[in-house]
């Protein structure tokens, strides 16, 4: 007999806690932890389910976000904002259980979509989307060997931006204004409204040992930036930027190899690219490192029967809004793009 219940007490995160740390398919993002961070930087409405049998045992977990907005409706998502999340589960009774559950949660908030984000393909009942691939590498012992397994063409742009002097500094805090200056501009002129600087902050305050940022100088001025994040044997990029108007100078080669020098003398053993639609720029971006496509699987339920990724961007004014923001001076996106970027998971 599989029970239902909201971790809400001290006894319930601990049992959340061993449970997330021993299951072989958690991700980073079922930690509590990324609860707070969510909280606190969007104010969104948490509900971590968590399935226990007769004996007290937890069997699964599932953490859901409700995220509220006037533009995509009210939705349940695990995880919003990061690649990664789902519904872990020990045996098929607790499974069901929890999707049940979801389904019940989801009528109660008014939700006309769930939304999750699995790594690993599940045999759950819900219709799935396989459209986007995290790009991985398996990494060597020692950035000299990968550094001879990249392409000569690769290697050649790296070897332009060290021609130029630029200067990498790897820190937190310190330098997450420079990660934010890069990240605005760059988004900016994507059309994209971006995190707000805080939504950083929490995370580096929240996870001092598993988070870095990694930014590129040139005469001084930050010009290419990543946020990187480990988990067990992986280490992950999930925002990167550069500034366009130095492309030339290639400071984007810089800023990645660096940060998988930084992966290979840390000892981890793979890295994350992040998420991309295959053939695309992005992808092709991220293929010339070696990396290699690893299908995500997105399970959803929506009252419409379509996909709530899907739904959300053919709205009519998604695409006006796309070519607004892109002219908009780098002001406004700062001070607009947190507010807006909340409600779009």
């Known amino acids: 007999m599989i029970a239902i219940s909201q971790v809400t007490t001290d006894d319930t995160t601990k049992a959340w806690t061993r449970y997330v740390e021993q299951h072989p398919l958690a991700s980073a993002y079922h930690s509590l932890e990324w609860r707070r961070v969510v909280e ?6 948490a509900f971590y389910l968590m ?19 006037r533009l995509f409706g009210h939705f349940l998502v695990s995880m919003p904002f990061f690649n990664y999340g789902g519904l872990l589960s020990d045996t098929i009774e ?15 908030v008014g939700a006309s979509h769930i939304e999750l984000r699995h790594e690993a393909r599940l045999e759950l009942s819900w219709p799935c989307r396989n459209h986007k691939v995290s790009m991985r590498l398996d990494l060597p012992r020692d950035f000299e060997t990968l550094w001879s397994r990249l392409p000569s063409k690769v290697r050649s742009q790296i070897r332009r931006a060290q021609k130029e002097h630029m200067e990498v500094r790897i820190g937190g805090r310190d330098i997450l204004d ?11 002129d994507l059309g994209t409204p971006v995190y707000a600087r805080r939504f950083f902050d929490i995370i580096l305050r929240t996870f001092p040992a598993e988070s870095r940022i990694v930014a590129v100088y040139f005469h001084g001025r930050p010009v290419a930036a990543g946020f990187v994040y480990g988990f ?13 108007r130095y492309n ?4 984007n080669m810089l800023l990645y190899s660096s940060v998988l020098e930084f992966a290979c003398r840390e000892r ?18 991220k293929e010339q490192w070696g990396a290699r496509p690893v299908p995500l699987h997105w399970y959803y339920w929506s009252t419409s029967g379509r996909p709530m990724s899907e739904a959300s961007r053919e709205h009519s004014m998604y695409g006006a ?10 002001w406004a996106t700062t001070v607009l793009g947190g507010p807006i970027v909340k409600n779009i998971p």
């Open 51 to 69: 399935a226990t049998d007769e004996y007290n045992q937890t069997r699964g977990v599932l953490p859901l976000i409700f995220v509220s907005s």
């Open 94 to 108: 607790a499974r069901d259980s929890l999707l049940e559950a979801a389904l019940g949660l989801g009528r109660n």
């Open 40 to 45: 606190e930087s969007f104010g969104h409405r």
């Open 232 to 244: 067990r044997d992986t280490l992950e990029i999930p925002w990167a930027s550069s500034d366009r």
């Open 248 to 251: 030339r100078l290639a400071p």
């Open 178 to 188: 420079d990660f934010h200056h890069v990240f605005v501009r760059n988004m900016r």
């Open 321 to 330: 809004a796309v070519k607004m923001w892109a002219r908009l001076p780098l």
């Open 268 to 285: 981890f053993q793979r890295f994350d690219f992040g998420r991309c639609t295959v053939g695309s720029g992005t992808h092709r971006f």
